[in-house]
């Protein structure tokens, strides 16, 4: 009896763990497929993949991030924004989703939010070049000439320590 009992339980964990598998496969074929959507600017077709993975795993933060940036692509940025203020409220770290979101606010200048997604990014990545090139933009567009040099400063020299880093590896 006990045998039969752990012969269904073995095969009951083998199924769970096949169908899991194939889940993830499938998700990841969708999301292969929506980047390449993405990649020949068919960006409709991309967000029908997005959607599709989102219906089956709604925290899904490449699926978020990859319909984010593809309705940001259509100009379509008040549905990117909704987007990515979800990835984010799933993973605050998420450096793509914070730098799209700091895009966005370059474009519809706003220039606090953008200071703030400029910092938080600096505090994940202090070697985030393109951070200081929005704070950069932001603190021009208030008036803060000082504090736009500074950031301007700060983006050079990455970009100088990355040149060195690329020659380097040659």
């Given at each position: 009896m006990?045998?039969?009992?752990?012969?269904f339980?073995?095969?009951?964990?083998c199924?769970?763990?096949?169908l899991?598998?194939?889940?993830?496969?499938?998700e990841?074929?969708?999301?292969?497929?929506?980047?390449?959507?993405?990649?020949?600017?068919k960006y409709n077709?991309a967000?029908?993949?997005?959607f599709k993975i989102l219906?089956?795993?709604?925290n899904?933060?490449d699926?978020?991030?990859?319909?984010?940036h593809s309705?940001h692509?259509?100009?379509?940025n008040?549905?990117?924004?909704?987007?990515?203020?979800?990835?984010l409220s799933?993973?605050?770290n998420?450096?793509?989703?914070?730098?799209?979101?700091?895009l966005?606010?370059?474009?519809?200048?706003?220039?606090?939010n953008?200071?703030?997604?400029?910092?938080?990014l600096i505090?994940i990545?202090?070697?985030?070049?393109?951070?200081y090139a929005?704070?950069d933009?932001a603190?021009?567009?208030?008036?803060?000439q000082?504090?736009?040099?500074?950031?301007?400063?700060?983006?050079?020299?990455?970009k100088v320590?990355?040149?060195?880093?690329?020659v380097?590896?040659l």
């Amino acid at each position: 009896m006990y045998k039969t009992k752990d012969m269904f339980l073995g095969l009951f964990v083998c199924a769970a763990f096949f169908l899991n598998a194939t889940l993830y496969a499938n998700e990841l074929t969708m999301l292969e497929k929506a980047q390449q959507e993405k990649i020949n600017q068919k960006y409709n077709k991309a967000n029908y993949y997005y959607f599709k993975i989102l219906s089956k795993q709604a925290n899904n933060e490449d699926a978020l991030y990859g319909l984010a940036h593809s309705f940001h692509c259509l100009n379509q940025n008040d549905r990117a924004l909704i987007e990515v203020n979800k990835l984010l409220s799933i993973n605050l770290n998420s450096e793509n989703g914070l730098e799209l979101r700091a895009l966005i606010n370059v474009k519809n200048q706003l220039w606090n939010n953008v200071l703030s997604d400029a910092s938080l990014l600096i505090e994940i990545n202090p070697m985030n070049a393109q951070a200081y090139a929005y704070m950069d933009n932001a603190y021009s567009a208030l008036g803060n000439q000082a504090a736009s040099d500074e950031a301007m400063k700060q983006y050079r020299k990455i970009k100088v320590m990355e040149e060195n880093k690329n020659v380097d590896e040659l």
